[in-house]
């Protein structure tokens, strides 16, 4: 074994999905944010980004990666180079420390990744992808063993994809803006574990898989040159939000926390509408739900003085919706009596048995959409808070014995 031992580590990494919103960089060059941002880590059951990452030590060859099976060129300068490199120079470290650990900081290094959701569908696929690379190399260079802590790999994680910092945790995450020019105070940290508030369940109605339009790390710089509003917003709006939102949180208030959260994501398409020229990521199916919700919330609020259901949307048309689990089951009767749904569009991994024919709230105005033809939300995926990456065994690497990808493409 220890003739020819195989250096090899595979993890999974969640998606997040922001409720104080990130954008706008003061950096473009280090990835730092103009505020700080603050996000739900979802559960890696059900959407994930799965790495595998190999040191070839018999390679003369190059490091290499393949995204679901298709071999991309890791570019010099580009962010996964960025982030092997700052890898490599953390292992160094710990080798210099210790001559008799192995030299793996010498290696060439195999990279295979796989999402189990569309890529570029406003899902967001780079934070979960470049979290598993990060937890993936941390891994198989053994640093959290050897003092390296997961907000020190968050820094890291940050270069490669700004919002991917937020995944190296679970539960509620909160990015600090930091206020070093250097970047190193401006990782992600725990607000509070899932186990805090573990009753948080996500409804994430997929309203286009096709590819968004403007790319959210362009679309985020000329709102940064050119939105007034933002500067209001950075200035006035995000710190004592931020506040309102960790207070949230620590008191499990879902009022609270539905507020700030359909209040952040309003404001952040608000900006987005007032860039040069404007940026639309929500459509009319989108702004359809939101008046949705709206009324599920106006009529729970008339009779039990509280909101049942948070909407947010990031740079894409999806719709995501917080609700607690005790109202998963009536919100999602009315839901999937407006956007129609079949076994296959919504496998409920939950098995909620929402019935979309149940007779809607006493008071609900019917009329306050109309029902939406089957395909509007072409699917629904149902999900929970969950944990930070995890270390797979061997047996689900993607890597074969030869280090190549057991699937490629074509
Ligand atoms: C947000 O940015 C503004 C402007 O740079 C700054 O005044 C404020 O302190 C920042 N605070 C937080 C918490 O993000
Ligand atoms: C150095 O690494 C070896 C091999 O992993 C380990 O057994 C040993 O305890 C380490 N020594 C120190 C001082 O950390």
Not at 37 to 58: E, I
Not at 184 to 198: L, N, Q, R
Not at 323 to 331: A, I, N, R
Request: aromatic letters at 6%; proline letters at 5%; a negative charge.
């Amino acid at each position: 074994m220890a003739a020819h031992h195989v250096y090899e580590a595979t993890c999974t990494a969640p998606v997040n999905i922001a409720v104080v919103k990130y954008w706008g960089k003061r950096s473009t060059s280090l990835i730092l944010p103009t505020n700080s941002s603050l996000s739900v880590t979802l559960s890696q059951d059900h959407l994930r980004s799965l790495t595998t990452a190999r040191c070839m030590v018999d390679g003369q060859g190059t490091d290499r990666l393949w995204l679901n099976g298709e071999e991309e060129e890791i570019k010099a300068g580009g962010r996964t180079a960025r982030c092997l490199e700052e890898m490599r120079a953390m292992r160094q470290e710990v080798e210099a420390k210790n001559a008799s650990l192995p030299k793996l900081s010498s290696y060439p290094v195999h990279i295979a990744s796989e999402n189990n959701f569309p890529t570029a569908a406003g899902l967001a696929s780079s934070a979960s992808g470049l979290s598993a690379l990060i937890a993936t190399l941390s891994t198989l260079y053994d640093l959290p063993s050897n003092g390296v802590s997961t907000s020190s790999l968050s820094r890291i994680a940050r270069q490669g994809s700004g919002s991917a910092c937020r995944s190296m945790f679970g539960g509620y995450v909160a990015w600090e803006m930091g206020a070093r020019e250097d970047g190193s105070d401006s990782v992600a940290v725990e607000v509070a574990p899932k186990e805090h508030w573990p009753d948080m369940h996500a409804l994430i109605l997929v309203v286009s898989d096709a590819k968004k339009g403007t790319p959210s790390t362009a679309g985020m710089q000329r709102t940064v040159a050119t939105s007034a509003l933002l500067q209001h917003r950075i200035e006035h709006v995000v710190p004592a939000r931020m506040e309102r939102m960790s207070a949230a949180i620590q008191a499990r208030d879902f009022d609270a926390f539905a507020k700030e959260t359909m209040a952040d994501s309003n404001q952040f398409h608000a900006v987005c509408l007032d860039t040069e020229p404007p940026i639309f990521y929500m459509n009319d199916v989108s702004r359809a739900i939101i008046q949705l919700v709206t009324e599920l919330n106006r009529v729970s609020l008339e009779k039990e003085g509280r909101l049942v259901a948070a909407y947010t949307y990031d740079a894409g048309p999806n719709a995501v919706l917080y609700v607690q689990e005790k109202d998963v089951k009536s919100v999602l009767e009315v839901v999937l009596r407006y956007f129609p749904q079949s076994t296959t569009s919504f496998p409920d991994p939950f098995q909620t048995q929402a019935d979309p024919s149940t007779a809607l709230p006493e008071g609900f105005n019917a009329r306050v959409i109309p029902v939406h033809s089957e395909g509007s939300v072409s699917r629904i995926i149902h999900t929970q808070v969950g944990d930070g990456p995890r270390v797979l065994g061997q047996e689900e690497s993607l890597l074969g014995e030869d280090g190549m990808p057991k699937q490629l493409k074509r």
